[in-house]
């Protein structure tokens, strides 16, 4: 099960951290990854992290502004946004994916991800 949490409404230009806890399985073996989802739009991609928390894969509209980490001691992965524009409104998923590897680089794509939280809104507003 993955439980997010810390969406809100900010302004562009501001930052929020979500969070997503994972229970029931061994989160230390599995990459973890955050996706979202815009009004009408498809499920996209935005970052990716090893299980071991070395390596880090980013979506070009993200990177620079976002940073993904994870605690494995504490079954966490965050999701640091900052410099957020109107555009980044979305509803954000956790994912967990069956991988110990470390080419997150070929995580991008949703069908690779078996377990998925509920989601939490982010909304932007200009």
């Known amino acids: 099960q993955l439980v997010e949490s810390g969406g809100g409404l900010v302004q562009a230009g501001g930052s929020l951290r979500l969070s997503c806890v994972a229970s029931?399985?061994?989160?230390?073996?599995?990459?973890m990854a955050w996706f979202r989802q815009a009004a009408g739009k498809e499920r996209a991609f935005v970052s990716a992290i090893s299980s071991s928390g070395e390596n880090t894969h980013y979506a070009v509209s993200v990177e620079g502004r976002f940073t993904i980490s994870r605690d494995n001691a504490k079954n966490t992965v965050y999701l640091q946004m900052n410099s957020l524009k109107p555009e980044d409104t979305a509803v954000y998923f956790c994912?967990?994916?069956?991988?110990?590897?470390?080419?997150?680089?070929?995580?991008?794509?949703?069908?690779?991800?078996?377990?998925w939280g509920q989601g939490t809104q982010v909304t932007v507003s200009s």
């Open positions: 994912a967990a994916a069956d991988y110990i590897g470390s080419m997150v680089d070929l995580m991008e794509s949703k069908y690779e991800y078996d377990s």
């Open positions: 029931g399985r061994i989160f230390s073996s599995h990459t």
